[in-house]
């Protein structure tokens, strides 16, 4: 099998194997991220994913789930995905899903009726790393979309039939912008359908620009209580009938579950108790000692 590193896995998605389509991150501009610095994007040829799939059809030929890597397998042409998931069902005749990352961006040059054929390929369920769905968040951080983006795009994915996760990423607006990052957030999400919703609590790693700005006064990161707060601004505004999970170093509490309309009084006063209640200086430590997104 073919890998480049860094070689991350969605942790939720219970998907083996898996089967690198690209390499690097085509926008790799993210202010917040260093996942693929110094890695340059690029496509895995034809004739290498058909023989690592070879590979997987002696070694794993009753494989169900693959997952695609790597950072955004979804800027791929139709053409070239569409060809990727026949060589799977090729390969491995069992198949019944395949999951894949992307960016918002990398919709825009697919129509519905081609999603709807990749999700009949088995293409059936996309993670969107969101972030955001505050203008003024995205550019600050450069995400390189907007809002109205987000809505436009998952649109046609409802529309093909294809489940999908947002994310929102907790502090990355800093303290001057951080209300309209949890309220503005949560109204985008709240007009799109998806399967899941998935928060985590901004760390500042070495080498990013926002650490650097943070560092020079640029940027006003949050603390964990004011990190609390804007998760339970942004739960309060969230109205999608969804899964939600969170990667918010909340010690005690689980927030992660199905049905979050039914939940949300018991998340929002999981929140509440925390804020006031919480180890906040635990939670502190613990970020500190993260390395990795």
């Excluded at 992307?102 to 369920?125: A, C, F, Y």
């Excluded at 109205?148 to 990423?169: M, N, P, T, V």
């Excluded at 998935?198 to 949050?222: H, S």
Aim: negative net charge; charged residues 25%.
């Amino acid at each position: 099998m073919h890998f480049t590193e860094p070689v991350y896995r969605n942790p939720y998605w219970p998907t083996w194997p898996l089967l690198e389509v690209t390499s690097g991150c085509t926008h790799n501009r993210c202010k917040f991220c260093t996942m693929y610095k110094g890695v340059r994007f690029s496509t895995v040829p034809i004739e290498q994913i058909e023989e690592d799939l070879r590979e997987l059809a002696e070694t794993t030929p009753h494989a169900r789930t693959v997952q695609l890597l790597s950072a955004n397998p979804l800027v791929l042409t139709y053409d070239k995905l569409a060809r990727i998931l026949e060589l799977i069902r090729t390969y491995l005749p069992e198949m019944e899903h395949v999951y894949t990352v992307g960016r918002v961006t990398d919709l825009r040059n697919k129509s519905v009726e081609q999603l709807r054929s990749l999700r009949e390929l088995g293409m059936d369920e996309i993670s969107i790393g969101t972030e955001s769905g505050d203008d003024w968040t995205l550019d600050r951080v450069h995400k390189g979309y907007h809002a109205e983006d987000i809505i436009e795009q998952c649109a046609k994915l409802d529309e093909a039939g294809i489940r999908y996760w947002h994310s929102f990423l907790n502090g990355v607006a800093g303290r001057s912008h951080s209300r309209e990052h949890a309220i503005n957030s949560a109204k985008v999400f709240s007009q799109t359908h998806p399967m899941l919703v998935g928060t985590g609590g901004l760390t500042l790693f070495p080498g990013t620009p926002l650490l650097e700005e943070a560092q020079t006064g640029a940027f006003d990161p949050l603390n964990e209580r004011e990190m609390l707060e804007e998760l339970l601004l942004f739960v309060e505004n969230l109205s999608c009938d969804c899964t939600f999970i969170t990667h918010h170093t909340i010690g005690g509490t689980n927030l992660t579950g199905p049905d979050f309309l039914g939940r949300k009084d018991e998340i929002v006063s999981a929140l509440r108790n925390q804020i006031e209640h919480g180890d906040l200086d635990r939670m502190a430590r613990i970020r500190a000692m993260k390395r990795t997104l």
